[in-house]
């Protein structure tokens, strides 16, 4: 399986703050790579989709970049709905295995 | 409206055998596959398997392979996950998501509500 690392695991920011959420995987995984945001209690909603596609509908303060092994998810300028945790998925091989998450947290 | 229904809560006894589903609508059901991802109380979310209803071809995640069984029904549209014997550790809320295929993009882009199952005696 591919493993797939999120760094932090926590962070705190405020309203306005940019802040960047890193995933490495375990090997190369070109560009199939997707953001996912969950707020509790609710199902995950994906973001970001081919490492740095913006899915329909989100918000263009969401970016993501990178390929191969080093992804990374921005976010410009916080907003209050903001606050969530973020998970990191790759696709390039089964099983198409999840970060562990980065709990964004209000400061 | 394209969305995903999933079952509701469950509460069952360590052994007990389940069955847990989720109806598609809006979009060709056949035409997609579907994927089951677990997330255990507080923690984070985990790739179970997915099927694609079309021809019923199940991939599993080697940890959950022999644990727990995918399949579908596409006269109605609805995919299932089941399990034979019920552990505590099978707590968990149990979503499936339409698995999203073209070009550049693969990912899950609609979820379905979660179907939170307990297991206890």
């Known amino acids: 399986d591919i493993q797939m690392t999120q760094s932090p695991s926590s962070v705190s920011a405020s309203v306005g703050d940019r802040v960047t959420i890193t995933c490495r995987a375990s090997?190369?995984?070109?560009?199939?790579l997707a953001w996912y945001q969950q707020k509790p209690g609710k199902a995950p909603k994906l973001l970001i989709y081919a490492a740095s596609s913006l899915q329909s509908g989100v918000p263009s303060r969401f970016s993501g970049s990178g390929s191969g092994t080093d992804f990374t998810l921005t976010i410009s300028s916080l907003q209050p709905e903001d606050f969530a945790t973020y998970y990191c998925?790759?696709?390039?091989?089964?099983?198409?295995?999840f970060g562990q998450g980065t709990k964004l947290e209000i400061k | 409206e394209v969305q995903l229904v999933q079952s509701g809560a469950e509460v069952k006894k360590p052994g007990e055998s389940l069955k847990i589903s989720c109806q598609g609508s809006g979009y060709s059901f056949t035409s997609y596959w579907i994927g089951w991802v677990r997330q255990m109380p507080g923690k984070g979310l985990e790739w179970m398997g997915i099927?694609?209803?079309?021809?019923?071809?199940?991939r599993y995640s080697p940890s959950f392979q022999g644990q727990v069984t995918i399949s579908a029904d596409k006269s109605i549209s609805t995919a299932y996950l089941q399990w034979s014997s019920l552990r505590a550790s099978d707590t968990a809320m149990y979503y499936c998501a339409r698995r999203e295929i073209s070009g550049s993009r693969d990912a899950f882009d609609i979820w379905g509500q979660g179907t939170m199952v307990t297991v206890s005696s």
């Open positions: 998925q790759q696709a390039n091989s089964f099983p198409h295995t």
């Open positions: 099927i694609y209803p079309a021809d019923s071809d199940t």
């Open positions: 090997q190369g995984i070109s560009s199939w």
